[in-house]
């Protein structure tokens, strides 16, 4: 079947069906021209299109050092306008996305609650998300509610203004712009180390809740020989679809509660803070989470060339002793969310190749 016959059957599902579609089936409804379209989730990522975004990236960053080349980005979508739809609480996700609009030349729009959108007259957030299409070209949306990113570009893919939606994180679900941060913060630190090839990745936290955790393990897939050491409270660890992937694609991995005694194997320690407002009868109170924050004492137990990473915001699990170590990665990795997310919309709006040309 061809891709566009495969992609018109598709159009013909109720959103049930559509959504319980298996990924890999339904991968191309949300491509167009052999492009991402929408960007909802990780596995969208293959090896080529990750190395364009991180060559883009690093171009953009160096391109916008001089106020003429600044200028020159800001003209190449000065035609377009985007929507920031967040109703779940971000800081840098929304700043970074705001800001790589701007770096771009991009008007933007916001709506940050549903108590002050018409939601709260009662219009569904399909409704809402139609609106949108009315007065943007792009929507970039952080939401509480698990699969509603999918939903809206299932929604606009059969409309006649069909518009590119990003998921700047849904619910428990995944936050694939997190991941790119993440990936390409790791290129840039194992750049003279044989990059991420081979590389051991600790992963410590809220597994079990923690969206970007889902999110980067996927994306990591594109590297050879990548092990995972995931360190969580019983309760917290990561859920069996993970694992499932983890199987599949015979990726190694190791589960524990050691966080100490499994510092020395990482080469990169990832850490996460916990995700208490999915709790349902506050259970987090019942976890001991103290033995999941990395202190002073710990650096000695690492590796010299291991990284220390977080999506933040951050809580306890890092001491802020630890910001001055020349390993932590974590201001460096929020800042590099602002590059990859200019390149992530400069290559759905297809300008890469013109930024990529650029002295
Ligand atoms: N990492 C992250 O998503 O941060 P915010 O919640 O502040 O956007």
Redesign the pocket.
Known sequence: MTKKNKTTDLKKLSWKDFYSTPLEKKLDYFEKDNRIFDCLFSQQFRKEIIQNLFSTASKIRSVAKQKEGLDWLQTLLSHKRAMLYFVQ??????VSFQSACHILGMKVSEIRSTSTSSELKGETPEDTIRTFSSYADMIIMRHFEEGIAEKAAWLLNKTKRPIPVING?SGKDQ?PT?ALLDLYTLNWAFNDKGGIDNKTILMSGDLRRGR?VRSLTYLLKNYKNVKFIYVSPEYLRITDDIKTFLKKHKIKYKETDDLTGSLKFADAVYMTRIQDEYDINNESKNIDYSKFHLKKEHLKLMQKHCIIMH???RRAEISVEIDSDPRAMYWRQERNGMWIRTALIAYMFGVDGEIMKRW
């Open positions: 609480p971000s800081t840098r996700t929304f994180g936050h997190q970007t999506p933040l915001p």
